[in-house]
């Protein structure tokens, strides 16, 4: 028997073929097409990786000039097949007569079952009755993998057209709103593009901005205590006072004596509970927010691990760890590493339980170690890898304790409140420092105290902070905008397009003007809502209750309403993005030469630079501070104290 199997990349190809044979493979070329072959038991098995998806979808060449197509035929045209690369479709059919069997062991997800079934297709219109069957696994580990070839099921239709329909859907709404704002409303120089996730996405960074401007701080005051010795600090009860005058009656009436008396004293502890285990959200929030690794960095990263069969597969949504999974096997396997200590630690509990979070889903477990490294890591791949290794510690540990004191005092007629805080159990905080928290020296009630200071502290209240891509992507779960393997494209698209930018996203001139121009003639373009109602119903296909063409025909019929609105408007959309697109692009005359205007450049480093536009002629050429890249109008008459 001759099988044929067909992973996604080339390192699980590799990691495949070293499993099931034992470490027997051996590496073939043959028409320009690398893969691992192996026998065993009698049956020679091949093993070709497809370096991801080898088929686009796109639309047939009398409907890629953008100048003479038609939108609205646009909207209602099916795309076609396209192979790429070539050469791995010249192999799977060179391949399709010799081949018994064809087994897919690419990702288990949509994006893999699709992957999968466009290299059956390929191979089918060879072998129209060639057998296919399905490995499916979480982790790229030498049991998980024996265990799916030992219970091998059939390929999921559903799940493949659900993820094709995306494809169709985004290729739609992407060609049709980028060609008409590009061409109806550009300057003809820059693609303005937009899209069904992307928009949305967009607008989500815009409004927390536009919220934190709009902003009014307001001022309110505390009555601040000093007392004891050693001296600590408390705050009046019946604050904090939205007017000054409250807080300096307050003042006033604790001004009376010169000595605070301790009315109480209450002692507790507080339990803080581990951790929920990590989905693919929060490993993208945590590399954000705590590593400063961009959303698609930390994604490639978690792919890596993944292929190296050191963690589970990194896209899911799940944030329960299944019944079937074995726990201890993991943390045995662990012992030897840099974390010894903590798994010593977890596996001497009498009893090890994992914490829960609020999804469980049955596609995968959420991301855990799964072994450690072969060899050591470094740089960020390490990060990533210590992420995933701490997170699932944490949720195997005790809680934390922490022990709490409360004392309530009185100075004069007026009351305060002092607290101090004692770590007694680290739990599963040992697994991330922290500093030491302040407690209270030792009081009892009826102490009389010192007094070494009362004042006024004067606060304002803070907006709330700029979307992180960490931050933007847990907005994005919870809208339902995109998927867990793709939120991190879509951020990709907003920096590569420079609609944001930045650490803490704040939109360019040109993505916030494409939000409010379409906010104001094309709402549903911007809103989250007809984005969910479509991940609903490809879920749906997903799932058996829909088909392709009906979700496409729900999804070209919201796309021709929007056209309708766009064109109705596009004079008034055309003015708008132009005044902006020339606002962010043009900073002004040459401060060289006579005839040429310093405009934003990009080097190949990726970096941002002004430089003439009458370059070669003249090289003038500045560093753009920060705060120009978001107001250009910032630079005016500065050019030349710019370096």
């Known amino acids: 028997m001759r099988r044929l199997i067909l992973a996604e990349k080339f390192s699980a190809a590799l990691r495949l073929a070293t499993i099931l044979s034992e470490g027997m493979a051996k590496r073939v070329r043959a028409d320009g097409v690398t893969h691992f072959r192996f026998s065993k038991g009698g049956d020679e098995t091949l093993v070709l990786p497809l370096r991801g998806h080898i088929v686009e979808v796109d639309y047939s060449e009398g409907y890629r000039d953008w100048a003479t197509v038609d939108l609205a035929a646009l909207v209602d045209v099916d795309p076609v097949r396209r192979e790429s690369p070539a050469a791995i479709h010249d192999r799977l059919r060179a391949l399709a007569p010799s081949v018994d069997e064809v087994i897919l062991a690419t990702d288990y997800d949509r994006e893999g079952e699709l992957i999968g079934m466009e290299s059956l297709e390929t191979l089918r219109a060879v072998r129209p009755d060639l057998p296919a069957r399905r490995a499916r696994f979480s982790a790229m580990t030498g049991p998980e993998i024996r265990k799916a070839f030992a219970s091998l099921t059939e390929p999921d239709t559903g799940l493949a057209e659900a993820a094709l329909a995306r494809e169709w859907i985004d290729l739609a709404w992407g060609a049709v709103l980028t060609r008409f704002l590009t061409l109806a409303c550009g300057t003809g120089r820059q693609v303005i593009s937009a899209g069904r996730v992307q928009t949305p996405t967009l607008a989500l960074v815009v409004e927390r901005e536009r919220e934190r401007e709009d902003f009014v701080p307001r001022p309110f005051w505390k009555v601040i205590l000093e007392v004891g010795d050693p001296p600590f600090v408390a705050v009046a009860t ?176 007026a009351e305060f409140l002092a607290q101090g805080k004692t770590r007694v159990e680290p739990g599963w905080r040992s697994l991330y420092p922290e500093p030491e928290p302040a407690d209270l020296p030792p009081l009892h009630e009826g102490a009389m105290l010192p007094v070494r200071g009362l004042r006024l502290a004067e606060e304002r209240t803070r907006p709330r902070p700029l979307h992180t891509q960490g931050s933007l992507v847990q907005a994005m779960e919870r809208l339902d905008l995109g998927t867990k393997s793709t939120r991190h494209e879509i951020l990709g698209t907003l920096l590569r397009r420079e609609y944001v930018e930045g650490r803490s996203l704040r939109s360019t001139e040109a993505g916030r003007t494409v939000v409010d121009a379409l906010s104001l003639y094309a709402s549903e373009l911007v809103s989250p809502a007809m984005t969910h109602h479509l991940e609903e119903r490809m879920s749906a296909i997903a799932e058996g209750r829909a088909s392709l063409r009906d979700v496409v025909g729900e999804s070209r019929a919201a796309l021709h309403a929007a056209l309708v609105n766009l064109r109705a408007h596009e004079a008034s959309i055309a003015r708008w993005l132009q005044d ?16 040429g205007r310093l405009v934003r450049r990009r080097s190949r480093g990726g970096g941002v630079f002004l430089g003439c536009s009458e370059y070669p002629a003249c090289r003038r050429h500045l560093r753009l501070p920060p705060s120009a890249v978001r107001h250009p109008w910032a630079l005016a008459g500065q050019a030349s104290a710019v370096s």
């Open 580 to 595: 902006a697109l020339y606002l962010q692009r043009d900073f002004g005359p040459c401060d060289t030469c006579a005839s």
């Open 238 to 413: 019946n604050g904090p006072f939205w007017d000054r005058e409250g807080a300096e009656a307050t003042r006033a009436l604790a001004n009376l004596d010169s000595e605070a008396v301790v009315e109480e004293v209450r002692r507790s502890e507080v339990r803080e509970h581990p951790p929920p285990p990590m989905n693919t959200t929060a490993f993208l929030a945590e590399a954000s927010r705590g590593q400063r690794i961009s959303a698609p960095r930390a994604m490639a990263l978690a792919q890596s691990l993944y292929q190296r069969g050191e963690i589970s597969y990194p896209r899911t949504d799940n944030t329960v760890y299944p019944p079937a999974l074995q726990l201890r096997p993991i943390l045995e396997s662990l012992r030897e590493s840099a974390y010894r200590v903590p798994v010593e630690r977890i596996l001497a509990l009498p009893e090890i339980r994992a914490s829960r979070g609020p999804r469980a889903t049955t596609d995968h477990p959420p991301i855990h170690p799964v072994a450690p490294p072969s060899k050591p890591h470094t740089g960020l791949l390490w990060i990533a890898y210590d992420l995933i290794v701490r997170r699932f510690l944490a949720t195997l540990s005790p809680a934390a304790v922490m022990g709490v004191t409360t004392v309530r005092l009185r100075l004069g007629d």
